[in-house]
């Protein structure tokens, strides 16, 4: 049976500040009320909608700074019940919120680097279409397979441990050094602990959602195969659009209001 809906703390808004601060601004206003006993174990944060209309910020916020609590062990995110506090009383309050603000701290905003791919990779890929070879097709077939069968068996540290492989292949076919060199440079991102909390954890949730993932990737390396810009500046559009839908949006029940 569901549980029922508690009143928790209420947040105070923030100042205006960039996103990446936004997300350790929302840190640590949850932190205060955990460290000051306003919300123990067991208690139930209130929803994204919620949170961000509290503290005055976007919700893309709320979700990199609760994606790095979860990614601490602080709290865990139950499907189709919400938040919850988790920390046992065992362990250091102060180790685990120390986690996860280094999490926050050491990592670009997920939503502000695929803005950024979006606008490099659209342009590599349409550039692609007209230099790659034969040996491109072959380089980006090889890789996507083995990226496909990492994702269909459910291994997806795995996948998320080569997943620029595919992109910076798709760049590599361009034969720009300082097209290969910008691409890898944002690629990187995918590295960091905020954005490997995220994938993961969606994809956990629910083993349905890389399907969709699949299905642009593959759309992108048969219109690359056919050398169809239009199509492909159609499918690398599309891929940027889905990702920032499933790192931010909560869920078709609770649709995404913007970006902000």
């Not at 062990?73 to 009383?89: A, C, H, I, K, M």
């Not at 990779?121 to 034969?134: D, K, N, S």
């Not at 891929?239 to 902000?260: V, W």
Request: aromatic share 6%.
């Amino acid at each position: 049976m569901p549980r029922r809906k508690q009143a928790g703390p209420r947040f105070s808004p923030l100042l205006p500040v960039p996103l990446s601060t936004k997300s350790d601004r929302v840190l640590e206003a949850i932190a205060e009320k955990i460290e000051r006993g306003e919300l123990k174990p067991g208690d139930r944060l209130p929803s994204e909608r919620e949170l961000a209309t509290q503290l005055g910020v976007s919700r893309p916020a709320v979700r990199e700074a609760i994606a790095a609590l979860q990614f601490a062990g602080l709290v865990e995110s139950r499907v189709g019940d919400g938040t919850y506090v988790t920390f046992r009383l065992t362990q250091p309050v102060e180790l685990l919120l120390s986690r996860a603000r280094e999490i926050l701290q050491t990592s670009q905003s997920p939503l502000e680097v695929l803005t950024l791919r979006r606008v490099l990779e659209v342009g590599a890929a349409r550039l692609a279409v007209r230099r790659a070879t034969p040996e491109d097709d072959e380089r980006l077939r090889t890789i996507w397979e083995k990226k496909k069968s990492l994702a269909l068996a459910g291994r997806y540290e795995e996948y998320l441990s080569i997943a620029e492989e595919f992109h910076l292949a798709l760049a590599q076919a361009t034969h720009s050094s300082a097209v290969i060199q910008m691409v890898a440079e944002a690629l990187r991102a995918v590295h960091q602990p905020l954005w490997r909390a995220m994938r993961v954890s969606f994809y956990r949730e629910d083993p349905q959602r890389i399907h969709e993932m699949l299905a642009v990737h593959e759309a992108i390396l048969q219109a690359f195969l056919a050398r169809d810009v239009d199509a492909l500046t159609r499918a690398v559009e599309l891929h940027f659009d889905l990702q920032i839908q499933q790192l931010y949006a909560r869920s078709k029940e609770e649709p995404d209001e913007g970006q902000d």
